[in-house]
């Protein structure tokens, strides 16, 4: 049997380009974990159909997107993005419809309904973004990447 050491062990991956990769993945990941658990709670919504409203919301296409381009703004494979969209349909928060050029082209239109829940989303989606970058900020392996994308939080661009 191997003797367990009484400090914490510690992972030293070989070089410093996997080690930064490890420390995103690992910001990444706490952060979702955190916006996942308050966009449940708050607006009955995961991360992903967070992340498709506000890509639908926020297109410069007046609020539809062909399901691929969606499917690549979120990301998420094909398959997993139509489920997506049928939940948001059924919630009355999306609608989908054919391209009437191309037949094979689904599109997806955020509804009125998806916007509001947008905007009321959104600002727990920032507030819950700001404290968990302020709280990794505190992990010295954390703070560098935090940090980094703690700078970009100054105010929105206009009319958004």
Not at 1 to 17: C, W
Not at 67 to 81: G, H, K, T
Not at 122 to 137: C, F, G, H, I, Q
Request: charged fraction near 30%; hydrophobic fraction near 40%; charge should be negative.
């Amino acid at each position: 049997m191997p003797l367990v050491n009484q400090v914490s062990p510690r992972v030293e991956l070989p070089t410093a380009l996997e080690r930064r990769w490890q420390t995103l993945r690992v910001l990444e990941a706490r952060v979702e974990d955190a916006l996942t658990r308050a966009l449940q709670a708050e607006h009955n919504l995961s991360v992903s159909e967070y992340a498709a409203l506000a890509a639908l919301g926020y297109s410069d296409d007046d609020g539809h997107l062909r399901q691929q381009f969606l499917a690549d703004s979120i990301p998420l494979n094909q398959s997993s993005v139509s489920r997506l969209v049928g939940r948001l349909e059924k919630l009355g928060l999306t609608e989908r419809y054919l391209c009437p050029h191309d037949r094979r082209g689904v599109y997806t239109q955020i509804s009125d309904k998806g916007r509001e829940q947008l905007a009321a989303a959104r600002e727990t989606y920032v507030r819950v973004l700001k404290e968990s970058l302020e709280r990794a900020a505190e992990d010295a392996e954390l703070a560098p990447a935090a940090q980094w994308l703690s700078e970009a939080a100054g105010p929105a661009r206009p009319g958004r």
